[in-house]
């Protein structure tokens, strides 16, 4: 495997609680002790509290301090911090604690560090430390906890949570009552899956990896070969990339895209799919379209070829593709298809025929709007080559209705529906999911500037191009798709720099989405 595309990294790991505590108790059954692992996370954490607020410019720190070992960190920060001259100043809701936790209690008190009876003695902090709960929480926040976690959020007072803002679930990211809204939050260790679920990013604010040195033998060991979700990083994703050139080639080498998409109902997504392929840089782009769209098809992508398809009635204002030209079905011509892009639901009519194409076919939007009317599974899993969905969760619902009441997890969700399909899902959303061939990734970075129509057009285009330039043999659809979604993402951040989070319109997007292959050198 390319040395630029290794993800065996720490960083690159997400575990859930129960994960996590394995590979800790790994670690301490080999001899590492606990408390000299509570004292070296601890010591990084401080390190980046002093950077982040340096005492000439902060001098009163809180300390929310729990029962449990996420306590303990805390009160290690809060000795740190105390003994480098910070005024800090403690608050411990629950007496009772392990045992390594109390004996940091009893040696704070020992040092004469205030402890606050009640939560308002904290109200006067320029910094909190949430060190209520880590991994451990298991139960839902009430009482005195759940309004101490009220008052700080009502406070304006910055907040930087240890692991995980406390309340939230470890894996799914659910608000257990009430929870911490973080400023930072430093994850220790490996990040956990509550990381990459849409529901907690309020929670969340600025997050980072403190890595303090976990083996990754412990890791494997733990996780397996069927529990591995990976984070997919800028610089693996740009090691996927069909890049560099044969210096010798033709444009039908460097891959030939079929879209199919449209109607006079939704005239633009074809355009904005058809941009987001030329993005990609593929070799060549065919579009099979309504016929009253062709002429404004060659006015925007000149360089496609457009097959002008036969129309529906326009009885309900549709106009959508009623028959696909023979040449448009020689499905060898393509080694990709992007079916879905403003067809409406007329898309009933073709869909069936695309489904028994054998080339790698991205099915989005009006196309898994219709499979969901019909019966998902059996139409997905009858195709031989490989079957990419791009849902939104709302579309994602309509397709797998009972996995959404079943599951509230949307890792799991992904995971389960491109098992029993057989595809490649990629569920878009603040934090997009790829599961497919077993392999599972998280987009870790985009920007809400990506809310907007027409943007997930331009994924599926792109997606489309780079599936069909690329060395399939060695490459995963999976893979891909994760390249595809942070590309996406990454153009996003790139133009909202320039534009702003009102001004990346899904046009403005096409003409950044070469600035980040560009942005690395
Ligand atoms: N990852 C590592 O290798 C290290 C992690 N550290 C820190 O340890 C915590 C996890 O510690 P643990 O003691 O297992 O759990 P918590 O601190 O999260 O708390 C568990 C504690 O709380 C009780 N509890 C749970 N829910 C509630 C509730 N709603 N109300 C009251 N009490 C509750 C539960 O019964 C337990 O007693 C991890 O996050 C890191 O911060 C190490 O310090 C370094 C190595
Ligand atoms: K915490």
């Known amino acids: 495997m390319n040395e630029r595309r290794c993800t065996d990294t720490i960083e690159h790991f997400v575990v859930s609680a129960k994960q996590m505590a394995a590979i800790e108790q790994r670690m301490f059954k080999a001899g590492m002790p606990v408390a000299a692992l509570m004292e070296k996370v601890s010591g990084l954490i401080t390190e980046k509290i002093m950077e982040l607020y340096p005492l000439t410019v902060v001098s009163k720190i809180g300390v929310m301090v729990g029962p449990g070992h996420n306590g303990g960190d805390a009160l290690v920060v809060a000795r740190e911090l105390y003994l480098k001259g910070y005024e800090v100043k403690l608050y411990r809701p629950l007496v009772k604690g392990k045992e390594l936790t109390q004996a940091h209690y009893d040696y704070a008190i020992s040092l004469r560090i205030p402890v606050s009876q009640a939560i308002e003695g904290l109200s006067e902090c320029e910094v909190i430390i949430d060190g209520l709960f880590g991994f451990g929480m298991t139960r839902s926040l009430t009482g005195d906890l759940a309004a101490a976690v009220g008052a700080i959020n009502h406070w304006s007072i910055p907040v930087i949570s240890i692991d995980l803002p406390s309340g939230l679930d470890t894996d799914t990211g659910e608000v257990l009552g009430s929870a911490i809204e973080a400023d930072y939050t430093f994850c220790l260790g490996l990040w956990k899956r509550a990381?990459?679920?849409?529901?907690?990013?309020?929670?969340?604010?600025?997050?980072?990896?403190?890595?303090?040195?976990?083996?990754?033998?412990?890791?494997?060991?733990?996780?397996?070969?069927?529990?591995?979700?990976?984070?997919?990083?800028?610089s693996v994703a740009r090691s996927f990339l069909p890049l560099p050139r044969p210096l010798v080639t033709h444009k039908y080498k460097q891959g030939h895209l079929l879209i199919i998409a449209g109607s006079r109902q939704y005239a633009g997504g074809v355009i904005l799919?058809?941009?987001?392929?030329?993005?990609?840089?593929?070799?060549?782009?065919?579009?099979?379209?309504?016929?009253?769209?062709?002429?404004?098809?060659?006015?925007?992508?000149?360089?496609?070829?457009?097959?002008?398809?036969?129309?529906?009635?326009?009885?309900?204002?549709?106009?959508?593709?009623?028959?696909?030209?023979?040449?448009?079905?020689?499905?060898?011509?393509?080694?990709?298809?992007?079916?879905?892009?403003?067809?409406?639901?007329?898309?009933?009519?073709?869909?069936?025929?695309?489904l028994e194409a054998t080339t790698p076919l991205i099915i989005d939007a009006d196309a898994l709007n219709t499979i969901a009317q019909s019966d998902p599974m059996t139409a997905l899993k009858s195709r031989s080559e490989t079957t990419i969905l791009t849902p939104h969760p709302g579309e994602f619902k309509r397709l797998f209705p009972q996995l959404v009441t079943e599951t509230n997890d949307f890792i799991t969700r992904t995971q389960i529906a491109s098992e029993q399909t057989e595809t490649t899902i990629l569920l878009k959303g603040a934090r997009s999911i790829i599961a497919g061939e077993g392999e599972t990734w998280v987009i870790p970075e985009s920007t809400p500037a990506l809310a907007r129509g027409g943007s997930g057009d331009v994924l599926a285009g792109l997606l489309g191009g780079l599936i069909a330039q690329s060395d399939r043999e060695n490459i995963s659809a999976a893979s891909l798709t994760a390249t595809a979604?942070?590309?996406?993402?990454?153009?996003?951040?790139?133009?909202?720099?320039?534009?702003?989070?009102?001004?990346?319109?899904?046009?403005?997007?096409?003409?950044?989405?070469?600035?980040?292959i560009v942005s690395a050198s």
């Open 195 to 234: 990381f990459f679920q849409d529901r907690s990013l309020p929670y969340l604010g600025k997050v980072e990896l403190i890595n303090f040195g976990i083996p990754l033998a412990d890791v494997k060991a733990v996780l397996g070969e069927k529990e591995v979700i990976k984070t997919m990083s800028e």
């Open 273 to 354: 799919t058809g941009l987001g392929a030329r993005g990609s840089g593929v070799g060549m782009v065919s579009i099979a379209a309504p016929t009253s769209l062709k002429s404004m098809l060659v006015t925007h992508l000149p360089e496609a070829i457009i097959m002008d398809c036969a129309e529906t009635e326009s009885v309900f204002g549709r106009g959508g593709i009623a028959e696909l030209p023979t040449k448009a079905m020689e499905w060898d011509n393509y080694d990709a298809i992007v079916i879905g892009p403003g067809l409406t639901l007329e898309a009933r009519l073709i869909l069936p025929l695309v």
């Open 485 to 516: 979604a942070v590309w996406h993402a990454q153009t996003g951040i790139i133009a909202s720099k320039v534009h702003s989070d009102l001004g990346v319109d899904a046009f403005t997007l096409t003409q950044y989405l070469s600035r980040w």
